[in-house]
């Protein structure tokens, strides 16, 4: 069964940084690109970022592009987010996901497996 595990979320304030990461139990794990997607309350959840298979490629929705990096650990079957300069607008729930792709991808239809998220709050 695959299952995708959040960690790092938290309280932070303004202009604070935070780095989440997904533990994969995906096999292999460097089979798989995988994306991180976030939601807010009252909001649909909305693409952060996506990396390819062996990390080459990266891509990020462009509220977070140059706040944001996005990085694995094929090794450790770990995914991260490196989150910097955070704001307000950027508290939400984090979940990551996982396809068996062999790009980065923007929809969340093209994931195939889903975590249950971590909470990230930004105080002002």
């Known amino acids: 069964q695959v299952q995708l595990v959040e960690s790092g979320g938290g309280l932070v304030q303004a202009g604070g940084s935070l780095r989440l990461s997904c533990a994969a139990s995906v096999r292999p794990f460097s089979l798989y690109a995988m994306g991180w997607f976030r939601q807010a309350p009252g909001n649909e959840r909305e693409f952060v970022a996506s990396i390819s298979r062996q990390g080459t490629s990266t891509s990020y929705g462009d509220s977070v592009k140059g706040r944001f990096t996005v990085s694995r650990d094929n090794a450790e079957n770990t995914l991260y987010l490196q989150m910097a300069n955070l704001e307000p607008e950027d508290t939400a729930v984090y979940y990551c996901?996982?396809?068996?792709?062999?790009?980065?991808?923007?929809?969340?239809?093209?994931?195939?497996?889903w975590g249950q998220g971590t909470q990230v709050t930004v105080s002002s």
């Open positions: 996901a996982a396809t068996r792709g062999s790009g980065t991808y923007y929809f969340q239809r093209n994931y195939e497996h």
